[in-house]
């Protein structure tokens, strides 16, 4: 399988132990036994998932399929709760939930290795991880990575207990067939907002004798307004693309992106544009998988030989080419069985 181009554009930019865990994939203990496994997540906050949280995705399916590993995924229906009142109960709240998880199984993830939990409903199997974890972190670390005060809820303390709980496939007891003996390395593609989990994860791991978790970093998708903004569900103003956007809005919110373009048509063509700020062009940084097509429009648009109104519609394209057109099919055969199925609680190796 070609390497993707996230690898090649800085996309995916650091890493932690990533090495380490493709030693580990590679060493088998027997036919059939896995020795690394891939965890991400997603907090439900909002109805639709926007194109920014649409990467770690797209990375983690390019590995599940380049490696072959099970996945699991979590659903942070508790953090959004603590973090932003988003109720986790009630009609609302299930639909809003079920639609996430739809929006993510369309994605193409393999239903007989991907396992996706809810906090809400899985926590009894993860809360054995969860005590010695909850042990190995303080009060202080705590609020020192997540800039908490001591009004804050004491929920938002003990969340990041949670989050690094999937980390360790113990918390996979029926799932990916746990045993202490053969222990397997979790491997997450995330945006680097996430890093700070990890962080007072693998401090806590050698204390608890596991394998610390290997990641994968990728840089954040920028909002239409401009590289110094993130596209973000909760700054709706600063320009978001959702991936329930239909061709013709993702035309019109591209039109209207920050360009590196320079005052008139004339300036354009005799200095080119700022590629490194001009958000249309990033969109195809990180979207377009044609490389000979990016190579042309970075030379073009950069001296001069392409407008930014050009390469606006370009990035339309791409959006709707590569990230919407084979999801948009898959999102609509996507059914409340197929959630069922994801979410049970099964072991995912056989
Ligand atoms: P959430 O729902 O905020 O984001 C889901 C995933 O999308 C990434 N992301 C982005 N990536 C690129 N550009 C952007 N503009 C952008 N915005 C968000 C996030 O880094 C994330 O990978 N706490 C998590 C849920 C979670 C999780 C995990 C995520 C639980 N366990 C393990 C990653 C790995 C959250 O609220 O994600």
Not at 67 to 91: A, C, M, S
Request: charged fraction near 25%; charge should be neutral; glycine fraction near 6%.
């Amino acid at each position: 399988m070609p390497i993707h181009h996230f690898f090649t554009r800085g996309v995916v930019f650091s890493h932690r132990d990533f090495v380490k865990s493709l030693d580990d994939v590679e060493r088998h203990f027997e036919p059939g036994h896995y020795t690394a496994y891939l965890y991400t997540g997603r907090g439900p906050s909002s109805g639709s998932m926007h194109i920014g949280h649409v990467i770690p995705f797209l990375l983690t399916k390019y590995l599940q399929d380049a490696l072959g590993l099970p996945l699991v995924i979590q659903i942070t229906d508790d953090e959004k709760f603590l973090f932003r009142d988003v109720p986790f109960e009630g009609q609302k709240a299930e639909e809003v939930i079920s639609n996430n998880i739809k929006d993510i199984i369309a994605f193409g993830f393999n239903p007989r290795t991907t396992f996706i939990f809810r906090n809400t409903d899985y926590m009894g199997e993860m809360y054995k991880t969860i005590l010695p974890l909850q042990r190995c972190m303080t009060g202080s670390s705590v609020k020192n990575t997540f800039g908490l005060t001591d009004s804050d809820n004491i929920g938002k303390f003990a969340f990041p207990a949670t989050q690094a709980a999937p980390c360790f496939s113990s918390a996979f007891a029926r799932v990916l067939n746990h045993s202490k003996e053969r222990p397997m390395r979790c491997i997450i593609p995330c945006a680097i907002d996430q890093d700070p989990f990890f962080v007072l994860t693998r401090s806590a791991a050698p204390r608890m004798k596991r394998l610390p978790p290997a990641l994968l970093h990728t840089k954040f998708l920028p909002a239409l307004k401009g590289l110094t903004h993130k596209m973000s569900s909760s700054a709706e103003q600063n320009g978001v693309i959702t991936l329930h956007d239909t061709d013709r809005q993702v035309q019109k919110k591209l039109r209207k992106a920050f360009s590196g373009g320079s005052g008139t048509l004339e300036e354009m063509r005799t200095s080119g544009a700022n590629l490194d700020v001009d958000v249309a062009f990033q969109f195809l940084r990180f979207f377009c998988p044609d490389e000979a097509l990016f190579a042309h429009v970075a030379q073009a648009y950069g001296t001069g030989g392409m407008n930014s109104g050009e390469v606006k519609d370009l990035a339309a394209e791409t959006v709707i080419k590569y990230v919407m057109t084979e999801w948009r099919a898959r999102r609509e055969k996507v059914t409340d069985e197929d959630v069922e199925h994801f979410t049970s609680i099964r072991n995912i190796l056989i």
